[in-house]
């Protein structure tokens, strides 16, 4: 069976400080990923997606950036957080042309 | 545009309460429709819809689909406390399997 691994679950940093966010996912190749920030509870905003090694889609320009290493790893990474990068961000990985998403456990990113 | 809106935004209800969630949709090319439950972490996957009039069910919660007038519904029957939580709405749509989520509705169930 497949699984998702997001870490670390909680993260609390100072302005100005570096990001690393790591997804992992097992018993699957090639899987499409994805990562999303979630706001106060609501609304998942699509940050990134891959469909393959090296491939990297970005949806909203940002101090963010993503990139994926090998075929099952998905890292979200910053050089310099802002307050405004805080929230919930969540790793979800899909089967190469189906519909369903499954998410990681998710990474809760408090910036001071 | 391609947009997903769903309703009512929040609700809260008494325990044994039905409650009936609502997903409208504007899509070109549609593929599917799904619905996740988001507790305090991640969502996870409820139910996936792609053919209009098949109820789909899994025990208290089932969810239907009309393609004609491009809306679902999630129904929840006997509401328990564990049932609050956030219930969100995606659309698979677009020739590149564009997704489009909604805003969530946020269940509140009272005990």
């Known amino acids: 069976s497949q699984t998702i691994h997001q870490w670390p679950a909680t993260l609390v940093q100072p302005v100005g400080s570096p990001l690393s966010l790591e997804c992992t996912v097992e018993?699957?190749?090639?899987?499409?990923l994805y990562w999303y920030r979630q706001a106060a509870g609501r609304g998942l905003q699509l940050l990134f997606y891959?469909?393959?090694?090296?491939?990297i889609s970005s949806e909203v320009p940002q101090n963010l950036s993503a990139s994926r290493p090998q075929d099952r790893q998905f890292i979200l990474s910053s050089k310099k957080l802002l307050l405004s990068d805080s929230g919930f961000y969540l790793c979800?990985?899909?089967?190469?042309?189906?519909?369903?998403?499954?998410f990681g456990a998710g990474s809760r990113l408090t910036v001071l | 545009e391609d947009k997903v809106v769903q309703s009512p935004l929040s609700l809260v209800v008494h325990e044994g309460d039905t409650v009936t969630l609502n997903c409208s949709y504007e899509?070109?090319?549609?593929?599917?429709l799904l619905w996740y439950k988001q507790e305090k972490k991640a969502p996870t996957f409820l139910f996936m819809l792609?053919?209009s009039g098949i109820e789909k069910k899994s025990g208290r919660l089932s969810s239907i689909l009309d393609k004609k007038e491009l809306f679902s519904i999630l129904n929840i029957t006997a509401t328990q406390t564990g049932d609050s939580a956030i219930y969100l709405c995606?659309?698979?749509?677009?020739?590149?399997?564009?997704?489009?989520w909604g805003l969530g509705t946020s269940l509140a169930v009272n005990p």
């Open positions: 995606l659309l698979n749509a677009g020739n590149n399997r564009k997704l489009i």
């Open positions: 899509v070109t090319n549609f593929r599917s």
């Open positions: 792609t053919s």
């Open positions: 018993g699957t190749s090639n899987p499409n």
């Open positions: 891959s469909v393959g090694i090296g491939q």
């Open positions: 979800a990985w899909q089967r190469s042309g189906a519909n369903v998403l499954t």
